[in-house]
């Protein structure tokens, strides 16, 4: 279809190729077409930029033939647009002359987007604020659903936003919604460096809003590699641990040699405090400082590192043996963590 309406034009601008592109929005419409749909398939029809700017709706959507929908969308320098009630205005953008069928599409673009903002299946504000934020939050909607929502929030499609996935984090301040067992909250504020007891975190990157079910998941992903020693994992800081999530099945982890071996280090009396010392070793680098951390004497902690070093086979307090055994750790805590839906 990309282009369609440039060979129509070329062939005859004739009431036969008018009516085909009228039954090309008719179609649309009668479908029930999402306003994504709308823009794509009209710059596709069209062979050049188009979009659809409603300010007054929180919509402001564009696209270029074959490609995305993106925001913002309001009209180039240019650009042939139509005005509709209410603020809305749509636009095509050829570069150079119009060509014979322009006008017409144009008309049948601004019909139905008309008609489709009528028909929107878009959240209204009683259905408030934990709704909304699910719906930013769906990697299922369309950027103009999104687009709604996030108006209907108060907030800018293009503000910079993160996503805190947790556990326990009910009291922190921002836009929220406890979907299954995990609360989402959307915060442009710096994330608080302690959490309430027993609360856990993971943090997505801070994207534009219009782009947050990324960080969503992205969120969630950092969450699955917290623990009781770390109970705040920042997406942006898992590095290549991030890309392992998504590679290894429970399975896999459980079946590593070094995952093992902490298995049967925890098994043992006293196993959990041993991998805690273990975990806050990684943490700062020595085990003086874990020992401070667990509120510990530092005497206790070389019996706990032998006893663990005896179990793994390597040593694990050196630069190499403890990225090794950080690494064992973070897998078994992704092992153990299930995955946030």
Do not use: Y
Request: one cysteine or more.
């Amino acid at each position: 279809m990309k282009g369609l309406l440039l060979r129509l034009s070329g062939l005859d601008a004739d009431a036969e190729n008018a009516v085909r592109v009228i039954g090309f929005f008719d179609r649309l419409i009668t479908g029930r077409a999402g306003l994504d749909a709308l823009v794509r398939s009209t710059a596709e029809l069209a062979g050049c930029p188009v979009g659809v700017h409603a300010p007054g709706q929180g919509l402001s959507l564009r696209a270029d033939a074959g490609g995305d929908v993106e925001t913002p969308g309001t009209a180039p320098a240019g650009a042939a647009t139509r005005a509709l009630e209410g603020g809305v205005e749509v636009w095509v953008a050829r570069a150079g002359a119009p060509i014979p069928l322009d006008d017409m599409l144009l008309e049948r673009f601004a019909i139905a987007t008309a008609v489709l903002l009528e028909h929107s299946g878009v959240p209204r504000p009683e259905l408030g604020d934990p709704a909304l934020v699910e719906l930013v939050l769906s990697g299922e909607v369309g950027t103009a659903e999104r687009a709604r929502a996030l108006h209907l929030l108060g907030i800018p499609p293009s503000a910079r936003l993160r996503v805190l996935a947790g556990t326990g984090v009910d009291g922190l301040a921002g836009r929220a919604a406890q979907l299954g067992g995990v609360r989402a909250v959307l915060t442009a504020e710096p994330v608080p460096a302690a959490l309430p007891d027993g609360a856990r975190a993971g943090v997505g990157p801070a994207l534009p809003a219009i782009d947050v079910a990324r960080s969503w998941a992205a969120a969630r992903t950092a969450l699955r590699f917290t623990s009781g020693a770390e109970p705040v994992v920042w997406w942006e800081r898992l590095g290549s641990l991030a890309a392992l999530a998504g590679k290894l099945g429970h399975a896999d982890v459980a079946e590593l040699p070094d995952v093992r071996a902490l298995d049967r280090l925890a098994a043992e009396p006293h196993g959990e405090d041993t991998l805690a010392a273990l975990d806050a070793l990684c943490a700062t680098g020595s085990a003086r400082k874990a020992a401070a951390v667990l509120h510990r004497h530092h005497s206790t902690m070389p019996a706990r590192l032998a006893r663990a070093e005896a179990v793994l086979g390597f040593e694990v307090d050196s630069p190499a043996g403890r990225f090794r055994l950080h690494l064992a750790l973070m897998l078994r805590r992704l092992r153990d963590n299930t995955r946030p839906e």
